[in-house]
């Protein structure tokens, strides 16, 4: 068990920061967070630590959640006590970390009115990134999806597309939620392969999944969420 004294101590190090991140070992850090939704207590005292570079699978039932728990690490939501820092930046500084974050959630979070390719452009463009959009649709056997609208794609389509997004952005912590959904035997493939990429890149990676045997290959370090307690699986 790890006293208060040294968490603090921890936390205080990686404080001050005038627009730069601080520097720390920890891609994630986690203060016994808890979070209420409406009425439901969904994270009771969530500790975490994740050094730069490591993979994380996140495991749990229907309902656990997985999804509450990466929303919080993306500056989505809000904890309704303890605090958390992402590469060091502080999870109330929202604009600071989702910088250096990237969550493709569960529905891929595309915008359905824009092309394949639009999407890409744009994600790119929010990041002040470059990148090869082309050869992005290409990799996940999109190429004909490049002037589709997104509205018009599969499932599975619009899971490859957001994966490619992940993949061209390559943002230090990258969130993946549900990555192997809906998705063929080549998908899933496709996906260990572009997830494995970032991970050899020195992305954090966190993955929640119903699939360990699938995630666990990318991203070795499970742990589940049960009762709103997080704990090594
Ligand atoms: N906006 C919200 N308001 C209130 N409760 C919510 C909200 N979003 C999610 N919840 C609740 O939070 C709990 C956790 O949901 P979450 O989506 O994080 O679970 P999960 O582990 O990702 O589940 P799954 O494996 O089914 O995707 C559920 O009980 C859900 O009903």
Known sequence: MRGQ?????????ATPHQGRAPRTAHALQLRDIWLRLGREVILRGVTLDVPAGQGVTLLGENGAGKTTLLRLLASGLRPTRGEGRVLGFDLRDGRAVRDCIHLMPVDAGLYPDLTGAENLDFALKMHGQRGDVTGALRRVGLERAANRRVRFLSAGMRKRLALARAHLLARPVTLVDEPFANLDDAGRALTLDLLGDLSTRGVTLVVAA????????????????AGGKLEEA
């Open 210 to 225: 119903h699939e360990p045997h699938l995630a666990r290959q990318v991203a070795p370090r499970a742990l589940r969420l």
């Open 5 to 13: 004294e040294q968490t603090e101590q921890e936390l205080t190090e």
